[in-house]
């Protein structure tokens, strides 16, 4: 055999088999497109459709829950805008000769109630869809319920290295000289 028609061949085969990736890596082993948040881990599955699926929500309720999905989204996301405030004042306190240890108290008291007011939020929010079930649905909810914090917890994916710094600075910080 020629060697053009090998490299050929080759050439070929690679294209395919990059192809083949492509492909496994858009579409689950089921052959339906991935389906997870944008931005999240591999797998990790939309939280309104687990919902809408372990509930066998009808077409009116799914509206109704749009609708609490739509305000609750606009009420973490005010909260998760002071809460990143209030990091960047907390960490920034660091790039003073001395901290000012009354105002780091403060803040962190101000992150722990932030916290707890996001906790708060989603604890009504799973209680409003709760009350969005009839009661042949009451004993799925109660499922759901018992799989919350594992199935909408926030996943800390694992650390590669223990000594491995994040990239560039932080926000608050001068560029290096």
Known sequence: MERTKLLTFAVVGLLLLNLATIGFLVF???????????????????????IIERLHFDPDQREAYQKLIDAHRKQ???????????????????????PD?????????QIGDNQQAQAVLNFRHFGQIKALCRPDQQADFRQLATELARLF????????????????PP?????RP
């Not at 909260?79 to 405030?85: A, G, R, S, Y």
């Not at 240890?101 to 008291?109: G, M, N, P």
């Open 28 to 50: 689950k082993p089921g052959g339906e497109p991935h389906s997870g948040r944008p931005g999240s881990p591999q797998g990790r599955e939309e939280p309104a459709r687990i």
């Open 76 to 98: 973490m996301g005010i909260l998760t805008k002071q809460m990143q405030q209030l990091h960047r004042q907390y960490y920034g306190l660091l790039a003073a000769t001395s």
């Open 101 to 109: 240890s009354a105002r780091q108290a403060v803040l962190s008291q």
């Open 153 to 168: 917890g926030r996943p800390h994916p694992p650390r590669e290295g223990a000594g491995e710094q994040p990239e560039g």
């Open 171 to 175: 926000e608050n910080f001068p560029p």
